[in-house]
């Protein structure tokens, strides 16, 4: 399909996150832009603000007529009416991994992948390139604070960034000149069955980098990678020697500060704007991969500097001498152990009160055990109910089965209708709001209340 000839775009999931930013693609280009999703959020009251008009319950009557294009996410249900009335009648369907392939293969690409970590590695890989003369372009996979978008437009520059998703295989669409893998852990095993078919399609994408390109790898990952000559591979890491790494690692006033090694070139006393250990992991892969593609060590140190984070990612909404109230999109048992011993080494000695909502059955059937390992690091525990997303429930996967594996002493179930004034009850010295389904929805009624 040539998306050049499109005018008018149907989205099925528009408020999908990846789905937005290629709905505000599309709305820059001056295409005329139509969907539906399953419930008003922020964000599509956001785009119906920009001029896209979006329903929210099916009905097929309500589509226009003269669609070119009709692009859809796989969280889609395939029973959805509106889904079987573009199959029915012709239409052209593309996926939304499928339409990022096609935008994508006109620029050099810098594709971010890996199981956790990627949407602030390829946020902050967009902040450090948009320091450059040339700009950049970029689809996010969460809201960057800098520019309060999940899309950046540079019509002068020849790179885009992208988050490289394994969920579905969608990354398998993108042939990067650049790509960085973060992590290879379990997940998605409603796709893959087993860690070792995930790795193998991590194997497949590292093959797909273009003539010419590089490998950026976390150190210690351990998978196939396709070596294929004229590819050349580099590894960083965090705490040990790597072609792009970090030493004299400190906190100074709340921030952290090191020097950056950048294969060889040694940066001194590099601030990084945003908290979070994990966030200095993901600040050399944004570093190296920006210095790569050509960025400066000025204009990273800049960059690093002034990178104010992503929405749900470490996101700091309150901080005072008497609570500090952090929300964080983690959904996987790494990603909490990850978050919660970065809040613990930020913040030593404060009580964490952690509240949890965990995202889809499978996901919470699959780690049980290493979910309640995880969040046994917090001093207090609430669980919401788990978040169903495109699953169905299944029998004997709830969050009190989750609560009853976890080990401390003070652990409780919340509804969501209830947890203001839980909240208020216990007073938190620290408090951790994590799950990537709808507790974003609750997060600024937090924030107001306290």
Same mark, same amino acid.
Request: aromatic residues 10%; hydrophobic residues 40%; charged residues 25%.
């Given at each position: 399909?040539?998306?050049?000839?499109?005018?008018?775009?149907?989205?099925?999931?528009?408020?999908?996150?990846?789905?937005?930013?290629?709905?505000?693609?599309?709305?820059?280009?001056?295409?005329?832009?139509?969907?539906?999703?399953?419930?008003?959020?922020?964000?599509? /009251?956001?785009?119906?603000?920009?001029?896209? /008009?979006?329903?929210?319950?099916?009905?097929?009557?309500?589509?226009?007529?003269? $669609?070119?294009?009709?692009?859809?996410?796989?969280?889609?249900?395939?029973?959805?009416?509106?889904?079987?009335?573009?199959?029915?009648?012709?239409?052209?369907?593309?996926?939304?991994?499928?339409?990022?392939?096609?935008?994508?293969?006109?620029?050099?690409?810098?594709?971010?992948?890996?199981?956790?970590?990627?949407?602030?590695?390829?946020?902050?890989?967009?902040?450090?390139?948009?320091?450059?003369?040339?700009?950049?372009?970029?689809?996010?996979?969460? !809201?960057?604070?800098?520019?309060?978008?999940?899309?950046?437009?540079?019509?002068?520059?020849?790179?885009?960034?992208?988050?490289?998703?394994?969920?579905?295989?969608?990354?398998?669409?993108?042939?990067? /000149?650049? =790509?960085? !893998?973060?992590?290879?852990?379990?997940?998605?095993?409603?796709?893959?069955?087993?860690?070792?078919?995930?790795?193998?399609?991590?194997?497949?994408?590292?093959?797909?980098?273009?003539?010419?390109?590089?490998?950026?790898?976390?150190?210690?990952?351990?998978?196939?990678? $396709?070596?294929?000559?004229?590819?050349?591979?580099?590894?960083?890491?965090?705490?040990?020697?790597?072609?792009?790494?970090?030493?004299?690692?400190?906190?100074?006033?709340?921030?952290?500060?090191?020097?950056?090694?950048?294969?060889?070139?040694?940066?001194?006393?590099?601030?990084?704007?945003?908290?979070?250990?994990?966030?200095?992991?993901?600040?050399?892969?944004?570093?190296?991969?920006?210095?790569?593609?050509?960025?400066?060590?000025?204009? $990273?140190?800049?960059?690093?500097?002034?990178?104010?984070?992503?929405?749900?990612?470490?996101?700091?909404?309150?901080?005072?001498?008497?609570? &500090?109230?952090?929300?964080?999109?983690?959904?996987?048992?790494?990603?909490?152990?990850?978050?919660?011993?970065?809040?613990?080494?930020?913040?030593?000695?404060?009580?964490?009160?952690?509240?949890?909502?965990?995202?889809?059955?499978?996901?919470?059937?699959?780690?049980?055990?290493?979910?309640?390992?995880?969040?046994?690091?917090?001093?207090?525990?609430?669980?919401?109910? &788990?978040?169903?997303?495109?699953?169905?429930?299944?029998?004997? !996967?709830?969050?009190?089965?989750?609560?009853?594996? $976890?080990?401390?002493?003070?652990?409780?179930?919340?509804?969501?209708?209830?947890? &203001?004034?839980?909240?208020?009850?216990?007073?938190?010295?620290?408090?951790?709001?994590?799950?990537?389904?709808?507790?974003?929805?609750?997060?600024?009624? !937090?924030?107001? =209340?306290?």
């Amino acid at each position: 399909m040539n998306i050049e000839q499109v005018n008018k775009v149907y989205f099925l999931g528009i408020g999908g996150i990846g789905m937005s930013a290629l709905a505000r693609f599309f709305k820059s280009r001056g295409c005329s832009i139509y969907g539906y999703d399953r419930v008003s959020t922020p964000l599509t /009251q956001e785009l119906e603000k920009e001029g896209m /008009q979006i329903h929210y319950h099916e009905d097929e009557d309500l589509i226009p007529d003269g $669609i070119d294009l009709v692009v859809y996410t796989p969280a889609v249900p395939k029973q959805h009416t509106e889904y079987q009335f573009f199959l029915d009648n012709g239409y052209p369907i593309l996926k939304r991994s499928q339409v990022l392939g096609l935008i994508s293969s006109g620029y050099k690409t810098i594709g971010i992948a890996g199981t956790h970590g990627k949407t602030t590695v390829t946020t902050l890989t967009a902040h450090l390139m948009e320091q450059t003369s040339n700009k950049v372009n970029a689809f996010l996979g969460g !809201i960057s604070k800098n520019y309060d978008s999940n899309l950046l437009l540079s019509p002068k520059s020849e790179w885009v960034v992208v988050e490289a998703d394994e969920y579905d295989r969608s990354f398998l669409q993108l042939f990067p /000149q650049i =790509a960085v !893998i973060t992590s290879v852990d379990a997940d998605h095993l409603d796709i893959y069955k087993n860690i070792l078919a995930l790795k193998d399609t991590f194997t497949q994408f590292t093959g797909q980098i273009k003539p010419g390109g590089q490998l950026i790898i976390k150190k210690g990952l351990v998978f196939n990678v $396709i070596q294929r000559p004229g590819i050349k591979v580099y590894t960083y890491s965090l705490d040990q020697q790597a072609d792009f790494y970090i030493k004299n690692l400190a906190i100074q006033k709340g921030h952290y500060i090191f020097d950056l090694i950048l294969n060889g070139t040694e940066m001194k006393d590099v601030v990084l704007g945003q908290p979070g250990l994990f966030n200095v992991e993901n600040a050399i892969a944004a570093s190296a991969a920006a210095f790569l593609a050509g960025a400066t060590p000025d204009e $990273i140190r800049k960059g690093l500097l002034s990178f104010s984070g992503v929405r749900r990612r470490f996101d700091v909404r309150i901080n005072r001498e008497d609570l &500090i109230y952090i929300d964080d999109y983690a959904h996987h048992p790494e990603e909490l152990k990850a978050c919660i011993n970065s809040v613990k080494h930020l913040y030593q000695g404060k009580k964490i009160t952690g509240v949890f909502q965990p995202h889809l059955f499978t996901r919470t059937r699959d780690f049980a055990d290493d979910f309640a390992k995880s969040l046994e690091l917090l001093d207090e525990i609430i669980l919401l109910d &788990i978040y169903p997303a495109r699953e169905l429930p299944i029998e004997g !996967i709830t969050s009190e089965m989750l609560l009853n594996k $976890i080990t401390k002493t003070h652990k409780q179930i919340c509804s969501k209708d209830d947890l &203001i004034d839980l909240l208020k009850s216990l007073k938190p010295e620290l408090l951790l709001t994590l799950g990537a389904g709808d507790i974003d929805q609750s997060v600024p009624i !937090i924030e107001k =209340a306290l």
